[in-house]
């Protein structure tokens, strides 16, 4: 998994039949250096020229072949880490980097090259997880809800209904009630808030908060910022990483800018609770706004419900998402549903994926 956020590739082994068993393996994070940080951002400018009828630039294919690369360095990392050869697994589930999501142009746009990581792994690849629900009508994201819901269910000490976050650079919600599966982004994640981190500071993320912590909420522009289309919209519904800006706070110190950028992504993803059927019992954060605390209190102060790491529920924040694509790999290759009417809007369960031999 490569995430939103741009910080590096996520690899996971997981035990699974695609439905009730999936059991996690060794995992690992090989992060992204600076200049495929820089590849990619622009990869994901260019995108929106290709998006207005500009032809695919040369930038996006190099992109496309780091990001390849770096997946298969994962994978062979992965593979000499748990002592396995090629042969002893059976699927990648190969998410690649979302670069455009415009579903409401049946059109959403992952980066990675399935059939070249095939053989540069020697293992079977499923990619291209979103296209088959976007082009039948719906959101093509979140996808991860069926995975979480599976985790729930092998989950001791957690009563449902529960909202699992996940906060990368957008975020979203995984609501799992007894009966009921509800998946929707919130908003922001972390994109805006690394954004103005990387623009005032040069590094990629405000670590630990301490940015934010510094500053002040400006509620003028906070109010500005919730004041959106995109957060009374009844979901399904999803966001591409660059549908909200720092622009309301380009006025502010980069302090007081941080400060509210964080409260943003906080109060955005409290609002979800206007959309679920009865209130969460508990709030599970995962994704890599979990390890900012000035964020994690900011979110603790906006819901009425006690809001836990994931691991404080026995899960591997950092690793559920590439856990996930390897369950989805698999319950594609059985045909199964990735997607639901109530997590991204298709009209009925849809599966997806395309299967690429070494």
Do not use: C
């Not at 079977?124 to 082009?135: I, M, T």
């Not at 093509?140 to 069926?146: D, E, I, R, W």
């Amino acid at each position: 998994m490569s995430g939103t956020s741009l910080d590096g590739v996520d690899a996971a082994l997981v035990d699974t039949d695609g439905e009730g068993v999936a059991v996690p393996g060794p995992a690992l994070t090989l992060p992204y250096d600076a200049t495929t940080r820089a590849m990619l951002r622009t990869a994901i400018t260019d995108a929106q020229g290709v998006a207005a009828g500009a032809p695919v630039p040369h930038a996006i294919r190099e992109a496309e072949r780091q990001v390849t690369e770096a997946h298969a360095e994962a994978v062979l990392a992965l593979l000499k880490k748990s002592a396995l050869h090629a042969r002893d697994v059976a699927l990648i589930g190969f998410h690649g980097q979302t670069i455009l999501h415009k579903p409401e142009q049946r059109w959403t746009w992952q980066i990675g090259d399935g059939a070249l990581l095939a053989r540069m792994t020697g293992i079977p690849v499923v990619n291209d997880f979103r296209s088959a629900d976007v082009k039948a009508g719906g959101q093509g994201a979140p996808l991860v809800p069926l995975y979480h819901a599976a985790l729930i269910r092998e989950a001791k000490g957690l009563m449902p209904p529960i909202a699992m976050i996940n906060i990368g650079g957008v975020a979203n919600v995984t609501y799992v009630g007894p009966d009921t599966i509800l998946a929707f982004d919130t908003g922001p994640g972390n994109a805006p808030i690394d954004d103005w981190a990387h623009r005032h500071t040069g590094k990629p993320v405000d670590e630990d908060g301490k940015l934010a912590r510094s500053g002040k909420v400006d509620d003028r522009a906070l109010a500005e910022m919730l004041d959106h289309a995109f957060f009374p919209r009844i979901p399904p519904k999803s966001l591409d990483r660059m549908d909200f800006t720092t622009d309301a706070v380009a006025h502010l110190s980069p302090e007081d800018g941080a400060a509210t950028l964080t409260a943003f992504t906080a109060a955005s993803i409290a609002r979800a609770r206007e959309h679920f059927p009865e209130p969460a019992t508990t709030w599970v954060v995962m994704g890599g706004g979990r390890l900012n605390p000035t964020l994690m209190n900011e979110l603790r102060a906006r819901v009425n419900a006690p809001v836990l790491s994931a691991e404080d529920a026995g899960w591997r924040g950092d690793f559920v998402e590439a856990e996930a694509f390897a369950y989805l790999a698999a319950r594609s290759r059985r045909s199964l549903p990735l997607s639901l009417p109530t997590t991204t809007g298709v009209a009925e369960p849809i599966t997806g994926g395309k299967f690429h031999k070494p």
